[in-house]
């Protein structure tokens, strides 16, 4: 399986956010984008999701579910963490392995959950938690369906360093598994094998 993205260009606004962009990224592998505000790190993973239209170029997945298209193939996590403040962790993941088509029993939820060592707090309402836990919910969600291909942006944000460790293992064994991941971020990973992928403004880039 590969993602490849070739001579793209994003425009949000009427501004062009960035040009002949190419990259390839194939299984087992991860590529961290890096750069300024405003460089189009977030722009670049949601229009691989499909969230936002390409002014020029094109991207595919080759290998994957030829009657899938590349969203639906693809976790997005961006930086709101889209959890129901009033449910609780377990139900907030059985919703969302519900709408990706996942697994949502209780034992699913509770060992994504667990990977991300907040199995104590499975029956916690969401409200009741603090925002790295908050955040740690939120990236179970990548456990309770599985899709070969991660669009993280900025997945540590609010974690400690013992959170980033579960984390880190929780990639490794994503990509051992075969998965790729997109990743924008500011901050380490923990992943030592990702190649980084540097935006500037309105540059050309490539990968």
């Given at each position: ?27 087992g592998e991860a590529l961290v984008i890096v ?153 380490p990973l923990g992943l030592e094998c990702a ?13």
């Open positions: 399986m590969r993602l490849s993205a070739e001579k793209v260009a994003l425009e949000r606004g009427g501004r062009l956010v960035f040009a002949e962009l190419s990259l390839e990224v194939g299984a750069g300024p505000n405003g460089a189009g790190k977030s722009s670049l993973l949601r229009a691989i999701a499909g969230f936002l239209p390409l002014a020029a170029g094109r991207i595919e997945l080759r290998g994957g579910d030829a009657d899938a298209s590349l969203g639906e193939q693809a976790h997005y996590l961006g930086h709101a963490d889209a959890l129901k403040g009033a449910l609780t962790a377990s139900e907030n993941l059985s919703f969302w392995a519900g709408v990706c088509g996942g697994d949502s029993s209780r034992n699913a939820c509770s060992r994504a959950l667990g990977c991300l060592g907040l199995a104590h707090v499975a029956d916690f309402p969401v409200h009741a938690l603090s925002a790295g836990q908050k955040r740690r919910v939120a990236l179970a969600r990548l456990l309770v369906a599985e899709r070969p291909l991660w669009l993280l942006d900025e997945p540590t944000t609010a974690l400690d360093a013992a959170a980033q460790a579960l984390f880190a293992a929780v990639m490794g064994e994503h990509l051992t598994s075969g998965g790729l991941i997109l990743a924008a971020t500011h901050a190649r980084t992928l540097y935006l500037g403004p309105a540059e050309s880039v490539a990968a």
